[in-house]
């Protein structure tokens, strides 16, 4: 039945890999280390805000419940850790490192399933 829902299903895997190895490391590396450190001349809360715009863009804008809410505080810690980490070295190529890592973690953490 899978075949009937993905008929191209070798390549939406490497799609998934090609978009969650590459293309997410390198965008979010870039837009929420270099691109917020610039745009904001508060250069001791930068993380802060680096992270809770991560925390919302990955969670979504829904704001109804206290759940909801809790649910996007992962976001925002790995978001100042990752900005933290560019704060301290200056050097862009260690977020994307960090999220490469990240992505690739929970790509084979969520098709685990399908190996069993």
């Known amino acids: 039945t ?15 890999i090609l978009v969650l190895c590459i293309y997410m490391p390198f965008s979010e ?3 929420f280390t270099k691109t917020i450190n610039n745009i904001f001349d508060i250069k001791r ?5 680096s992270g809770v715009i991560y925390g919302i863009m990955q969670a979504g804008f829904k704001f109804n419940n206290m759940v909801f809410l809790a649910s996007k505080i992962p976001y925002i810690i790995i978001g100042i850790i990752v ?11 260690y977020p994307i490192f960090i ?13 685990s399933a399908y190996w069993l």
């Open 29 to 31: 590396g870039i837009i």
């Open 83 to 93: 900005a933290k980490v560019y704060d301290k070295n200056k050097n862009v190529f």
């Open 45 to 49: 809360f930068w993380p802060i805000i």
């Open 99 to 111: 999220w490469l890592f990240y992505y690739v973690f929970q790509l084979l953490i969520q098709s």
């Open 2 to 16: 899978d075949s009937l829902i993905f008929p191209n299903m070798s390549s939406i895997a490497i799609y998934t």
